[in-house]
C-alpha cells in the first residue's frame, strides 16, 4: 500500500524558518503534492500545491525532489498563529477526493 | 466575499433521530464534499457531488445520504443517528477539476446521546 510518512510533531521558534518534511511510498507521474493545515478545532485551510516544480505563494514555499518521493514545505518566518496540524497529501488524476493522514503537529514557540 | 457556511454549529440529538446539517457556499463552486473527523481517523469522506443532481459516495458514508438540488447547497442527512455518529463534520467545496482546492467550512459537532 502506498504510504505518505509526516513526522507527528516539530517545534520552532516564532520568526524562523519552519520546514516540514514529507515523504510518500510512491507517486505517480500526475499526481500533485497538496499541503492543507489545520488549526485547532477549525476546517481545514489549503496552503499549497504542486506537481514538479517548486512553488511560493503568499503563505509558503514548497520544495519537490527530483523523483518527487520527498517535499518540504517551507513556512518562512513562522509565526505563533502558524501552530497547526500540516498534511500533506498526493492527489492526481480524476481523484477529486483528498486522503488526509495524521498530519504534522507544528507548535510554534515564542 | 464568497465563504462556506455550516449550521448548526453544535448539535445534540438522540439516537435513531433524522438530523440534517446544512451546507451552503457563495463561490458558485461545482464540487461539493463532506467529511467527518475522529479522533485517531482525520478525515475521512463520507460523500461528494460533482454539481447539480449528482452525488456519490465516500469512504464512510453508510447511514448518512447527501441530495444536490441546486450548486449552493449540499445538506447531509443521518436518517436514524447512532452514537458511532458523534463526530466533527466539515463541509468543503471546489472548483472546476479534480486539481483545484477544497474551502473547507467551519465544521458541526454532532453529538448522538
Known amino acids: 500500500d502506498a504510504k505518505t510518512t509526516q513526522p507527528p510533531s516539530m517545534d520552532c521558534a516564532e520568526g524562523r524558518a519552519a520546514n516540514l518534511p514529507c515523504n510518500h511510498s510512491?507517486?505517480?507521474?500526475?499526481?500533485?503534492v497538496y499541503w492543507y493545515r489545520q488549526i485547532h478545532s477549525q476546517g481545514p485551510q489549503y496552503i499549497i500545491h504542486?506537481?514538479?516544480n517548486n512553488e511560493t505563494n503568499e503563505m509558503a514555499s514548497l520544495i519537490i525532489t527530483e523523483d518527487r518521493k520527498s517535499s518540504t514545505l517551507i513556512l518562512p518566518h513562522a509565526t505563533l498563529r502558524d501552530t497547526a496540524v500540516y498534511y500533506c497529501?498526493?492527489?492526481?488524476?480524476?481523484?477529486?477526493?483528498?486522503?488526509f493522514g495524521k498530519g504534522t503537529l507544528l507548535t510554534v514557540n515564542p | 466575499d464568497a465563504e462556506i457556511t455550516q449550521s448548526p454549529r453544535h448539535k445534540i440529538t438522540e439516537t435513531g433521530r433524522q438530523v440534517t446539517l446544512a451546507c451552503h457556499q457563495t463561490?458558485?463552486?461545482?464540487?461539493m464534499f463532506w467529511y467527518r473527523q475522529d479522533l485517531g481517523h482525520g478525515l475521512r469522506l463520507i460523500h461528494y457531488?460533482?454539481?447539480?443532481?449528482?452525488?456519490n459516495k465516500g469512504e464512510v458514508s453508510d447511514g448518512y445520504s447527501v441530495s444536490r438540488s441546486n450548486t449552493e447547497d449540499l445538506p447531509l442527512t443521518l436518517e436514524s443517528a447512532a452514537s458511532s455518529q458523534t463526530s466533527v463534520y466539515f463541509c468543503?467545496?471546489?472548483?472546476?477539476?479534480?486539481?483545484?482546492?477544497?474551502?473547507f467550512g467551519p465544521g458541526t459537532r454532532l453529538t448522538v446521546t
Open positions: 468543503a467545496s471546489s472548483a472546476g477539476g479534480p486539481n483545484y482546492e477544497q474551502y
Open positions: 510512491t507517486i505517480s507521474g500526475n499526481e500533485y
Open positions: 504542486g506537481l514538479k
Open positions: 497529501i498526493k492527489r492526481g488524476g480524476s481523484n477529486y477526493k483528498l486522503t
Open positions: 463561490w458558485n463552486h461545482n464540487n
Open positions: 457531488s460533482y454539481g447539480v443532481q449528482d452525488t
